[in-house]
């Protein structure tokens, strides 16, 4: 089992910047596995924002976040988080963590998600 939670949410201005954070516990073991970034805004199904293997080499990102948002791993803390800059009004969502064991795995642990709310 993987745990995973969610924490940094709020309510921030377009333009501005805001860090989320996600404990991760439990059997994470594998240096296949990857951790990842989701979010859900009102009426729009969940959509990818960011992923990072576990060793916290190459990560990817989504097309609308790429070069705004940072996900980054740190190792001694256990934590994956999401810098996001230049919020925007359409990045208002709840976002969520995730967990696979591999690159072609499923996203088969969620956090219970924090919201993010940018107002314009």
């Known amino acids: 089992q993987v745990q995973l939670v969610e924490s940094g949410g709020g309510l921030v201005q377009a333009g501005g910047s805001l860090r989320l954070s996600c404990a991760v516990s439990?059997?994470?073991?594998?240096?296949?596995?990857?951790m990842g970034w989701f979010r859900q805004a009102p009426g729009k199904e969940r959509e990818f924002v960011a992923g990072?293997?576990?060793?916290?080499?190459?990560?990817y990102y989504a097309d609308s976040v790429k070069g705004r948002f940072t996900i980054s791993k740190d190792n001694a803390k256990n934590t994956v988080d999401l810098q996001m800059n230049r919020l925007k009004s359409a990045d208002t969502a709840v976002y969520y963590c995730?967990?696979?064991?591999?690159?072609?795995?499923?996203?088969?642990?969620w956090g219970q998600g924090t919201q993010v709310t940018v107002s314009s």
């Open positions: 439990g059997r994470t073991g594998s240096s296949s596995s990857h």
């Open positions: 995730a967990f696979r064991s591999s690159y072609i795995a499923a996203w088969g642990y």
């Open positions: 990072i293997p576990w060793s916290a080499t190459l990560p």
